[in-house]
């Protein structure tokens, strides 16, 4: 193993670092709703890796944050409340809308982050991989280590579900 | 039906023209298409990345002992699993616990809530809600300004500190009006106790009764009709002989409106509902019965005049 190979060198960690920790993060936020422990169990797994950079494979390197991470989440988050809030990403146009519009708009998103929140969280994990970050079905089934059809399954599930809050709005 | 690959294939975009017009034809494809445009404008909260990964590199890898035989293994080990403890215990102890948890809405806002026990409230305009998770599994207890309607689950004594008293229940839903020095509390089911802030006074209240307390001594009290939904959260907002200035602010708060009151007595006694729909209507309904005209400009503010 060439000394450029390990992950020990910093310009291969901090790559390693660039493709993964916001995946990470978001992944974490997914599953528990809480920002800051996201961030923490973040932080926390990618330190180990380099703390622990000679004994793992840069090939293996993602997958070791990932299960650091998820080891650690399973100590400490069980039995919360799962509570989502997004930010609003500005829309393109500029919209000059009523109060009640903007309200009844306000009130939606707060409806649709609830009802994310109470998605069963392998479904909502999946959901929210394939919508917010864009990730393919096969980048999703790679990521979490299952198949591409457990994730059809899952997202199918996840928007047969949501799809039910739009039912009936203008 | 998991096998949808017209629904799949949508979900990535990769519909031919064709497909897409065949999948449009779905009654469910209008909520479908809402739910993606109202997801699209989700994002989750950005961290500070770089900082974070500077950190990291910071630590200095070489004053780790060199990993070599079992037995420095084991222990090496043994040693990231106290650190690892140590580190969820000072998280446990110090980090989601320490800070407040704090709803607050500005004018022409409602917001709804949830609470750790599934307690669900709804704030009306200008209000805030407090409360501390660390304490939260021995004391179930909010602190409230303005106004907020409130859903208990069932469990231990609920209790609402305002400014102007206390207001405590068991598993209910009632209403929380605290402004200025006034604290008006209305029950909708179950019972609800009241307090004073100088725990003088006691009131239990019972399904449709309502009281107000000004500065600490009960001003009134009253029933409200069964059934009768809590009115603000219908978009209205209604008062019984209250003071002017207590509606205007209301106004102001609801429309976003700044009322310039100088030329009117605001101490004359109403009772008035108004609309949270129709500014016009709102100041029309209160004002024109007590004989005050007014001028609404263009920059949001009303002046008052006596007739």
């Not at chain 2, 000072?90 to 948890?101: H, K």
């Not at chain 2, 021995?138 to 008293?165: I, P």
Request: charged letters at 20%.
């Amino acid at each position: 193993m060439s000394h450029s190979d390990t992950v020990c060198e910093e310009s291969v960690y901090t790559a390693i670092f660039k493709d993964y920790a916001n995946n990470l993060y978001h992944f974490l936020y997914y599953k528990t709703g809480n920002l800051s422990m996201a961030q923490d169990l973040t932080q926390e797994a990618f330190t180990r890796l380099w703390q622990n950079c000679q004994a793992v494979l840069k090939a293996n390197a993602k997958g070791y944050v990932f299960k650091i991470a998820n080891n650690l989440l399973l100590n400490t988050y069980k039995h919360r409340r799962v509570v989502l809030q997004f930010e609003h990403r500005p829309q393109s146009e500029a919209h000059h809308e009523s109060p009640a519009f903007l309200l009844e708009e306000k009130e939606l998103k707060a409806q649709l982050e609830t009802a994310i929140a109470a998605l069963p969280e392998k479904q909502r994990v999946v959901f929210l991989l394939s919508r917010i970050d864009k990730k393919t079905y096969q980048e999703i089934a790679d990521l979490l280590g299952i198949s591409k059809q457990t994730v059809e399954k899952r997202m199918y599930n996840a928007l047969d579900t949501l799809r039910q809050l739009f039912a009936g709005i203008r | 039906m998991k096998n949808d690959e017209l629904l799949h294939k949508w979900v990535n975009g990769q519909l031919t023209a064709a497909e897409l017009d065949r999948f449009k034809q779905r009654p469910e494809y209008e909520a479908l298409e809402k739910l993606r445009a109202k997801t699209d404008q989700l994002e989750v909260p950005a961290f500070a990345e770089a900082q974070m990964l500077a950190d990291i590199l910071a630590i200095d890898k070489k004053a780790k002992p060199p990993t070599t035989g079992k037995r420095r293994t084991l222990s090496r080990w043994a040693k990231y699993a106290a650190a690892a403890a140590v580190l969820l215990l000072a998280g446990w102890f110090f980090w989601p616990t320490a800070q407040p948890v704090t709803w607050a809405t500005g004018q022409q806002e409602q917001q709804e809530g949830r609470l750790p026990d599934g307690s669900t409230f709804r704030l009306n305009a200008e209000s805030a809600l407090t409360y501390q998770p660390k304490t939260w599994a021995a004391e179930r207890r909010v602190e409230l300004t303005g106004e907020a309607f409130f859903n208990v689950e069932k469990g231990q004594t609920f209790t609402v500190y305002t400014t102007n008293g206390t207001v405590a229940v068991l598993g209910t839903t009632f209403n929380v009006w605290s402004r200025d020095n006034t604290l008006e509390v209305s029950c909708q089911t179950g019972k609800v106790a009241v307090t004073n802030l100088a725990q003088t006074q006691r009131h239990v209240l019972l399904p449709q009764e309502a009281i107000r307390l000004t500065a600490g001594k009960v001003t009134m009290q009253w029933t409200t009709p069964a059934n009768d939904p809590i009115s603000w959260m219908a978009g209205v907002s209604k008062f019984r002989q209250v003071p002017l200035a207590t509606v205007l602010a209301a106004l102001e708060r609801q429309f976003g409106v700044r009322i310039d009151a100088r030329a009117v007595d605001t101490t004359t006694i109403l009772s008035c509902n108004f609309d949270h729909q129709d500014l016009d209507l709102a100041l029309k309904t209160t004002l024109t019965p007590l004989g005050i005209r007014y001028v609404l400009h263009p920059d949001k503010t009303v002046v008052l005049y006596a007739q």
